[in-house]
């Protein structure tokens, strides 16, 4: 039964829990499934832990777990420890690109599954490398060198986006470029 | 770059993960540096850009906690337990979750109809006198969407998630159904139950059948719980009256 402390904390996590569905779903009608299961869950707990840190790293475990069981019916489980070799970036490597939003977004959609989870807890979320560690079962030093990975191969899917028009960040950056 | 300086510590000194003291030999290798500077400011951008995409991200429909007399937690927990049984016993039963024909569903007509017809549909707001329903719906992310009264009966459109579709009709009974009864398949889903001298019958095509299971043994126990409901009875009584013979 969930106390007015612990409804609060589910009225604020909400929309994270909404953001890490979506990065952790191949598609937005999946992951508004995922987000309603993981609610219908919780909802329906009998128990919820009852200090905040725990309370949230619960409720994105349970999001995780109805994922994984979903991968694991459709016999697509992925290799959750993506090991991929990224090219370490060279110095000064991608610094001429425009990081905009847009561009963000779209290169973090072309991930792997385990890349997308790693930057969806640490950056969506906002977990520490403990918490995130915690949730993952993992050392906090493994979570260190999959958030690396992962900002690497981000940046290299940016890189390999040529469609990608950069969009100024503001318009009023744009304007103030116009009168330059 | 400084040799000295991994990415992953310039990726943790981002994220504010390192030790004071790393943390200062990396800021400092920062300042001596304009590449790594740009280097973390550009790690600075992706982490705030991350960041932010869920703000503007459109919310789907987010359960309700229990309200004064509504639904409590602990009775949809029992209604989980309900479902599972219910589920436990259409796959125990050989032949208990046939292709069901459609000549023994008489509202499925009506539902398919209905769905030949929803367009773009807006949620509604459930009637006076059916709000028990809505913890139940709310919690399974289906939001009423068609609400039609007939002579005969009512009819509740709701909307879920992946464009899927669920009928609730009340009516006045035709036979006697003991409790709640079910049948499920890939293609059709039904369910139907008596309370309060009214029949309640739900209907969806391609459900995933837990789901369907769940909000079937929902709304059974909230429309037992409600029988006695003086809105509740109004609002049935308002569907199932017939016009007055002239």
């Known amino acids: ?180 | 770059m400084t040799t000295t300086i991994t990415q992953c510590q310039l990726n943790a000194f981002v994220d504010g993960e390192l030790p004071a003291a790393e943390a200062a030999q990396v800021a400092a290798a920062i300042a001596a540096d304009p590449e790594l500077a740009q280097s973390a400011a550009r790690l600075h951008r992706i982490k705030a850009a991350l960041g932010s995409a869920c703000a503007d991200l459109p919310l789907p429909a987010t359960p309700q906690p229990a309200r004064r007399g509504s639904f409590a937690p602990a009775r949809l927990a029992a209604c989980f337990g309900l479902a599972a049984m219910v589920l436990l016993l259409v796959a125990s039963v050989p032949g208990s979750a046939p292709n069901l024909p459609v000549r023994e569903l008489p509202r499925l007509a009506h539902h398919d109809q209905w769905l030949a017809h929803a367009g773009a549909q807006t949620e509604l707001a459930l009637p006076a006198g059916a709000e028990w329903m809505e913890p139940v719906m709310s919690a399974s992310g289906l939001q009423l969407v068609h609400y039609e009264q007939g002579p005969e009966r009512t009819h509740f459109g709701f909307k879920g998630p992946n464009a899927c579709r669920l009928s609730l009709f009340v009516s006045a009974p035709d036979r006697i159904v003991a409790s709640l009864q079910m049948a499920l398949s890939d293609e059709i889903q039904h369910a139907h139950w008596h309370s309060g001298g009214y029949a309640f019958e739900m209907i969806a095509r391609d459900m995933a059948t837990a789901r369907f299971a769940t909000v079937a043994a929902g709304l059974q126990q909230g429309s037992r719980a409600h029988e006695d409901d003086a809105g509740l009875r109004v609002a049935l009584l308002q569907s199932a009256r017939l016009p007055c013979a002239s």
């Open chain 1, 1 to 180: 039964m969930l106390d007015q402390t612990q409804q609060a904390l589910l009225m604020q996590t909400r929309r994270k829990l909404f953001g890490y569905a979506c990065a952790l779903c191949e598609d937005i009608g999946a992951a508004e499934d995922l987000y309603q299961d993981t609610m219908l869950r919780v909802m329906t707990a009998r128990m919820m832990p009852e200090e905040s840190t725990a309370c949230r790293l619960w409720l994105f475990r349970i999001m995780r777990n109805l994922w994984i069981d979903r991968l694991r019916a459709e016999g697509r489980l992925p290799d959750f420890d993506d090991n991929a070799e990224v090219e370490e970036l060279a110095q000064g490597q991608g610094d001429d690109q425009v990081v905009n939003a847009l561009a963000v977004r779209q290169a973090f959609g072309k991930l792997s599954k385990a890349h997308r989870e790693i930057l969806a807890l640490v950056d969506i979320c906002g977990f520490s490398y403990a918490e995130a560690a915690e949730m993952l079962d993992v050392a906090p030093g493994t979570i260190m060198s999959r958030v690396s990975r992962a900002r690497a191969a981000l940046v290299v899917k940016m890189q390999d986006e040529k469609n990608v028009i950069a969009l100024p960040l503001r318009r009023s950056a744009r304007r103030l470029g116009e009168r330059g």
